[in-house]
Every structure is written in structure tokens, then in C-alpha cells.
Nanobody, 115 residues
């Protein structure tokens, strides 16, 4: 049974930081491309950042220079360090694992940026 469990979301003031974690089980983690997506109210889900099995990274333009994705294969965990958070970063953040035609999603964690 595959499980992706996100944690680390919460309420933060503008300019603040959060670190999201996604712990995976039931997959050969090191083989998978891991990614973070987000979905704001009334908007489509969008890719925030991804990291390949070889640790190559890709970021949405809106988060470049502020967010950093990383992975710890020994812990089956992917992280998203989010700095300089802005109200427009408010969304539910989802973790995704992909390998070939296999794709799994976590349940999401809420991030709210507000003063």
C-alpha cells in the first residue's frame, strides 16, 4: 500500500518560512520523481517544484529563489523549504510521486500566509 504523508503546513506571516515534508512508504523511493503541487481556492492545481531520482530540480517561476526542494532517500522523504512567503502562496500543498505510468498523491497540507 502506497502512502504519501505531508506535514509542516500552517499559518505564517508574510515574509516568514515553512518547511514541508512528505514521507513516502510502499514505493522504491529512490526511483521516483518527487514533486510538490499546490492548489489555491478557485484555481487549478499547479506544479511548484520537482526533483528527479538524480536530484535535478525544477521550479515554477513564481517560487524560484524562494523555495527549495530536496530529498533524503535514506528517509524516504522529500522536503520543500519555503522562504519569503507571500499571501499568494496560500494554498493546499500536495506531494506527488511519479515513475513511468505510476503516480501517487498525498492528502495535502494547508499553508496560509496572512498577517
Amino acid at each position: 500500500q502506497v502512502q504519501l504523508v505531508e506535514s509542516g503546513g500552517g499559518l505564517v506571516q508574510p515574509g516568514g518560512s515553512l518547511r514541508l515534508s512528505c514521507a513516502a512508504s510502499g514505493i522504491i523511493f529512490r526511483l521516483y520523481v518527487m514533486a510538490w503541487y499546490r492548489q489555491a481556492p478557485g484555481k487549478q492545481r499547479e506544479l511548484v517544484a520537482s526533483i528527479t531520482s538524480g536530484s535535478s530540480t525544477n521550479y515554477a517561476d513564481s517560487v524560484k529563489g524562494r523555495f527549495t526542494i530536496s530529498r533524503a532517500n535514506a528517509k524516504n522523504t522529500v522536503y520543500l523549504q519555503m522562504n519569503s512567503l507571500q499571501p499568494e502562496d496560500t494554498a493546499v500543498y500536495y506531494c506527488r510521486a511519479g515513475w513511468g505510468q505510476k503516480s501517487y498523491w498525498g492528502q495535502g497540507t494547508q499553508v496560509t500566509v496572512s498577517s
